[in-house]
């Protein structure tokens, strides 16, 4: 069994991207029947405005629940796949392989800069890579507000001068960089990951 099908993002990361994962069990027999039917959604995704990227997580034990990663651009975007009748079909064929309705947890923002905790910690990327990640989005951020805006707030006393600059940093590593960043350092975030 494979340990994750990736479909690549096929649109850029934007601001205000949703990430959603489905948890959901295969009938005991019909894991394959219901893998294929994944991958064959992911291909049906791929035709939707806003789609970015999918992930399908197998079990860590025979027997337990799959976790179905999905990227949108936007809620707008995800849903209107939710209410495309292409979904519908397709669910309404996974209830066949399925035990039951898949349970839902949507992510957006400083939630999904990063694998959801709701994956297997053995798929979570090394504490050191996302270190690494984080600097790399923090640092030249950083500097640019300290660089370009700081001198416009020196009027300002410290807190709020502060609270103002920091503000700025937390939304454009939230909806700018980090989005961004995470897809463009996919391979070293998740090095064994099967592409």
């Known amino acids: 069994m494979e340990a994750t ?3 690549p993002a096929s649109a850029p990361a934007v601001p205000g991207h949703v990430t959603r994962i489905a948890r959901r069990r295969a009938r005991p027999g019909q894991e394959a029947a219901y893998e294929a039917l994944v991958r ?3 291909g049906q995704m791929r035709a939707s405005k806003g789609f970015l990227a999918a992930d399908l997580l197998p079990p860590e034990a025979p027997g337990g629940d799959y976790q179905v990663v999905i990227n949108f651009a936007s809620e707008a975007d995800l849903a209107a796949w939710d209410a495309c009748p292409a979904r519908a079909a397709i669910h309404a064929r996974m209830r066949e392989v399925a035990e039951a309705e898949p349970e839902y947890r949507s992510l957006s923002g400083l939630e999904a800069w990063f694998a959801p905790a709701v994956v ?3 798929m979570h990327p090394p504490r ?3 270190a690494v990640v984080t600097w790399l989005g923090i640092f030249p951020t950083v500097s640019f507000f300290l660089y370009f805006v700081l001198p416009y707030l020196q009027g300002l006393p410290f807190l709020p001068r502060t609270a103002l600059l920091t503000g700025l940093i937390v939304m454009t590593m939230t909806w700018v960089v980090m989005p961004r960043l995470t897809r463009w350092m996919r391979g070293f975030l998740n090095p064994h990951a099967k592409k």
């Open 5 to 7: 099908t990736n479909i």
């Open 40 to 42: 064959e959604m992911f």
């Open 120 to 122: 297997p910690a053995s």
């Open 128 to 130: 050191v890579r996302m």
